[in-house]
């Protein structure tokens, strides 16, 4: 009886197993391509331009943050706020010298927006970033005269943009940061590039006439 038993276990294991392999495969749905984008990515890769490969790390995020923290008027705007109500604060004891305790409030109040505000900021970007399972992001871009794509590599379309757009060029030390908007960005490494000074004087060329090139040491 065991013997039985165990053969028809094994041939109820042997039927599942088969069932499993005739089971369809989910494939994923690409997205659908229209004939005009079809048609405007083969225009743009017959244009002249330039392209490079690189790849955005959790370093790269960091700096682009801390790159848009520091450049956010609204973010100066806060440290400003702070240190005039320090000021305010602090100055109480000249109208009401028994408020003399309105100094030990706005004299920090000043002092947390010249060195604290700032720093503290950038330290919660960096833990939020280390945070999060990050993977890095190989990104290619290509530039012409007219339009801009910038896609993950693994894409094989992706929308493109026009030079037009580009609201501001930004070279630093290390990156030249394009702009759609205040905190759509895309990013170049220079680190990455062999001919990193080719690349800089082909975008000088195409926003400096513009007045959409910056340079920031």
């Known amino acids: 009886m ?3 038993e165990l053969q ?3 041939e109820q294991q042997v039927a599942q197993e088969q069932q499993l392999e005739e089971q369809p495969v989910a494939q994923e749905e690409k997205p659908e391509v ?8 083969a225009e743009f890769f017959s244009e002249e331009g330039f392209e490079i490969e690189e790849t955005i790390t959790k370093d790269d995020v960091y700096a682009l943050n801390i790159y848009i923290l520091k450049n956010n008027p609204s973010n100066w705007v806060g440290r400003i706020l702070f240190m005039i109500m320090g000021v305010i604060v602090a100055l109480m004891p000249l109208f009401d010298p028994k408020n003399w305790w309105a100094i030990l409030i706005g004299v920090p109040l000043i ?3 010249l060195f604290i505000y700032m720093p503290l900021q950038a330290s919660m970007i960096r833990r939020n970033i280390a945070k999060k399972n990050f993977n890095p992001l190989d990104i290619t871009l290509r530039m012409t005269k007219t339009k801009v ?3 993950l590599k693994k894409e094989e379309h992706a929308p493109l943009v026009n030079v037009s757009d580009i609201i501001k060029v930004v070279k630093t030390p290390n990156y030249i940061y394009m702009h759609l908007n205040a905190y759509s960005v895309m990013v170049i490494k220079l680190e990455e590039l062999e001919n990193s000074e080719e690349i800089i004087n082909k975008v000088k060329e195409q926003f400096v006439p513009l007045k959409k090139y910056k340079e920031k040491h």
């Open 2 to 4: 065991e013997e039985k």
């Open 8 to 10: 028809q276990e094994e």
């Open 34 to 41: 229209s004939e005009e984008q079809l048609q405007a990515e």
């Open 111 to 113: 002092a947390y927006g």
């Open 149 to 151: 794509l910038y896609k």
